[in-house]
């Protein structure tokens, strides 16, 4: 079977941003209209929002808007399925930018968020998929952000920049080795059932 | 490869419930309060709520939650992933009742509550996954209740009833034909964005 990896390719996040607030329809539009979008195609409909473009761009964009919801210090919740490689996946409804440069990261960087993860990983049609899976885990065990194995998920915990660096780079690694990947993430700030971090968690 | 397939395998529901209000916890804790969970071990942490038992009370349990939570008339959202036949997964923590009824049913049935969806299903190291996707389509076609695709992920609308039971149906549908699958679902009821339901949706 031909391989068609590589981040040349059109990679895609669906989620959905769940404010736990009266004023959820603020924060949610505050999020996406602070964030710079214009090197990803992003379309919001009544369920969910995508994004899609280069795998850069995409988790740029993503991380940015966790980091501005979780900043309005409401709970909330930011739940979705990344996905590169859908063989029914078409070329519409997408920028692939030749710029590199990630465009939310200089106004985000010094934004703070706790962002305590649980997250799947589905390489498709791949035989060693619980391969690929347990090597997210020591990736994530190597970016100091692995929390523990619960059913069907693997839990992170660290600050949101690192928690997204781990996921990046677990999507990275699995998609150079399989055509389809999906990967889903349930990210979470200022729970107030929000267990104390962990010893060893930054 | 041998097929382990077929309903006595112990299926999961790995979820979060969602409530778009200052009053989320009551909401959360009053909709899995009403629900009988006897039939399934749950688990809730700070992030998400586990069930885990035969695919019945799992999907049971799981409609009886999202039911409770609509009718407390705020928005919110389901969101989650269904999952059997991981070969990590262990026999721990569930119960497999011998007893098929369905113990929140009666309860439930007179409970009415929009569910538009959007869902996707991973059926693992399967050739022809999107064969089965395709199938998934076909079921929802057939049941009324698919509106369209979308990037990444199918659109559903009508009565929960009808939705959990097209979730079902596809679920099924897909663990008699392969081992291990798993079903994300993105339930939403009583948005303010919420579209009118189109014409043929119940």
């Given at each position: 079977?031909?391989?068609?990896?590589?981040?040349?390719?059109?990679?895609?996040?669906?989620?959905?941003?769940?404010?736990?607030?009266?004023?959820?329809?603020?924060?949610?539009?505050?999020?996406?209209?602070?964030?710079?979008?214009?090197?990803?195609?992003?379309?919001?409909?009544?369920?969910?929002?995508?994004?899609?473009?280069?795998?850069?761009?995409?988790?740029?964009?993503?991380?940015?808007?966790?980091?501005?919801?979780?900043?309005?210090?409401?709970?909330?919740?930011?739940?979705?399925?990344?996905?590169?490689?859908?063989?029914?996946?078409?070329?519409?409804?997408?920028?692939?930018?030749?710029?590199?440069?990630?465009?939310?990261?200089?106004?985000?960087?010094?934004l703070k968020a706790e962002a305590p993860c649980?997250?799947?990983?589905?390489?498709?049609?791949?035989?060693?998929?619980?391969?690929?899976?347990?090597?997210?885990?020591?990736?994530?065990?190597?970016?100091?952000?692995?929390?523990?194995?619960?059913?069907?998920?693997?839990?992170?915990?660290?600050?949101?920049?690192?928690?997204?660096?781990?996921?990046?780079?677990?999507?990275?690694?699995?998609?150079?080795?399989?055509?389809?990947?999906?990967?889903?993430?349930?990210?979470?700030?200022?729970?107030?059932?929000?267990?104390?971090?962990?010893?060893?968690?930054?």
């Open positions: 079977m031909e391989r068609i990896c590589g981040t040349s390719r059109i990679a895609g996040f669906r989620f959905s941003l769940y404010p736990m607030s009266d004023d959820f329809i603020s924060v949610i539009k505050s999020a996406l209209n602070q964030t710079d979008t214009s090197k990803v195609w992003a379309k919001t409909d009544h369920i969910s929002t995508v994004l899609r473009g280069s795998a850069d761009h995409v988790f740029d964009a993503a991380k940015a808007i966790y980091l501005y919801a979780a900043n309005s210090d409401k709970h909330i919740v930011m739940n979705g399925t990344f996905s590169i490689g859908c063989p029914g996946d078409t070329q519409g409804d997408t920028y692939l930018s030749a710029d590199e440069k990630r465009i939310n990261e200089d106004a985000i960087r010094s649980q997250f799947a990983l589905y390489p498709m049609n791949e035989a060693d998929y619980m391969g690929l899976i347990m090597e997210a885990v020591d990736i994530a065990k190597a970016e100091g952000t692995f929390v523990q194995g619960v059913h069907y998920a693997s839990e992170l915990d660290g600050d949101a920049h690192d928690v997204f660096r781990t996921l990046e780079a677990v999507f990275r690694m699995a998609e150079q080795q399989t055509n389809h990947v999906t990967m889903t993430v349930n990210l979470s700030a200022n729970s107030p059932s929000r267990k104390k971090p962990k010893a060893g968690i930054k």
